[in-house]
């Protein structure tokens, strides 16, 4: 298995080269040369497996043999052990067509735990094989940056640097971030939105000499580790709901595409995936661009759903690489368009595949606030803001045959949105016991401006004192 750029001017690689390097050189992002693809007697014969085993399986075969079979059914072993839920990522039926994948039973009560509990063992494996070092830098709208320090705190050969936009993720989102303590963890508060922080990893990539003197790497879900380690739920939810005999439709929260991205990548090995439904908030860009193909900029406006206040979705460069037959000179060219005008032009030809796959539809605040109502009176089970468009979204964008259930991804526990709830339902819920001081924990963060030349002094100084 082997890799290469959607902009087509890096160096082709293998799974461990790809996930060291996270974001290509070229600026692009890696994307398998061939994908593979599963007959529905491979799909059927992995029904029922325990979650840890499927992840190994499916997550094997984009690392093409490059990390032994017996080593990544251990650290897939290792990374669920500690969720609180024995089925890992349980459904929960909603109604009579719709179920809740809960992917909030890891440590930080967010879906990125399912990738990141991964992706620090498979960091700490390659390097431990290479004797390595790298500096990890990331940003975060919310979940990304508590997920990443959880899952790379204390680990030998790994710095970590998360960059959050400063004032704009909930409490809880940020001081599961913060009271990190470990030597190796530094928080940056950056003064911006969301886009901002995001620009200043993809500049701090671009530095070639600062990318060398700090061997940078990456969790964000520009590395593609991460999404090859998001696969494996939508296929377990499909396959419990019949798949491959039976068709099932996906509804997910959408931020910077990476969530959804990888269950198209589902599709696209061979679950019978019909329709790929997003929701966001506000911030509307996708559902836009799915339903009129306006893929424009515009200024991010904060919400009760802080994950998806984005306007630039990097992910969406994986889809717009296929959209235009795998060409990287019509990609680079179409994403140095978006950067220079904030609009992306995406051939009429090319959008219609993607509108007969995709829908999307946005709420604001006061329908994610009369959603999360909803959802509980009816069954008792609330969702959280996020959470709460994709189950609007569910009803109002499924298949038209009824016989096709729809899996909403259910991406964080609503008690990490505390202020949200109360609105809604007039309850705050309990966070569960491990983070029950959280609000009494000490804080340890840097503020500072978006200027690229003092992050990376800051990057530079966190990991200096940890190598001396």
Not at 44 to 73: D, N, Q, S, W
Not at 354 to 361: K, P
Not at 422 to 446: I, K, M, S, W
């Amino acid at each position: 298995m082997r890799y290469v750029s959607t902009r087509g001017e890096a160096p082709a690689r293998d799974f461990p080269g790809v996930l060291l390097a996270g974001l290509a050189e070229d600026g692009g992002l890696f994307v398998p040369e061939t994908w593979p693809s599963l007959a529905a007697a491979e799909w059927r014969a992995m029904r029922g497996l325990p979650y840890p085993e499927l992840a190994a399986r499916i997550v094997g075969l984009f690392t093409g043999g490059t990390i032994p079979e017996a080593a990544l059914r251990r650290m897939t072993e290792e990374a669920y052990a500690s969720f609180n839920h024995p089925a890992v990522a349980p459904l929960v039926q909603l109604d009579t067509r719709t179920f809740a994948l809960e992917l909030f039973h890891g440590p930080t009560l967010a879906f990125k735990d399912m990738a990141m509990q991964l992706l620090g063992r498979l960091f700490d494996h390659v390097l431990a094989e290479r004797g390595e070092r790298v500096t990890i830098v990331g940003a975060t709208s919310g979940d990304t940056g508590s997920a990443a320090i959880e899952a790379c705190r204390d680990r030998a050969n790994i710095d970590i640097v998360i960059l959050h936009p400063q004032g704009r993720t909930s409490e809880v989102q940020r001081r599961q971030m913060t009271t990190v303590l470990s030597s190796n963890v530094h928080n940056l508060a950056v003064e911006g939105d969301f886009d901002t922080c995001q620009d200043l990893v993809k500049a701090m990539f671009a530095d070639a000499p600062f990318r060398r003197e700090m061997n940078l790497s990456a969790v964000n879900s520009i590395n593609w580790a991460r999404v090859a380690a998001q696969i494996p739920y939508y296929a377990y939810a499909a396959l419990a709901l019949g798949a491959p005999e039976r068709p099932v439709a996906v509804s997910v929260p959408t931020g910077n595409f990476g969530n959804v991205l990888a269950a198209w990548a589902a599709r696209k090995m061979g679950l019978p995936i019909e329709r790929l439904i997003i929701s966001s908030n506000r911030n509307d860009i996708l559902p836009r661009f799915f339903t009129a193909n306006d893929m424009s900029a515009r200024p991010v406006e904060p919400s009760l759903s802080p994950s998806m206040d984005i306007q630039v979705s990097s992910n969406f460069e994986r889809l717009l690489f296929e959209l235009l037959d795998r060409d990287p000179a019509a990609t680079a060219q179409a994403m140095r368009s978006f950067r220079e005008t904030g609009r992306m032009p995406v051939p009429d030809a090319a959008w219609q595949r993607a509108a007969e796959l995709f829908r999307g539809v946005a709420l604001d605040d006061a329908g994610t606030l009369e959603e999360m109502r909803r959802v509980h009176a009816a069954t008792g089970w609330l969702p959280d803001p996020h959470s709460a468009t994709a189950t609007h979204a569910a009803r109002a964008l499924a298949p038209e045959d009824p016989a096709i259930p729809v899996i909403v991804a259910a991406t964080a526990h609503p008690a990490k949105f505390p202020d949200a709830a109360e609105q809604a339902v007039g309850f705050r819920p309990a966070l569960p016991p491990h983070l029950a001081d959280l609000f009494t924990r000490e804080e340890r963060l840097e503020l500072l401006p978006g200027d690229l030349a003092q992050v990376e002094a800051a990057v530079r100084r966190h990991a200096r004192r940890n190598r001396a």
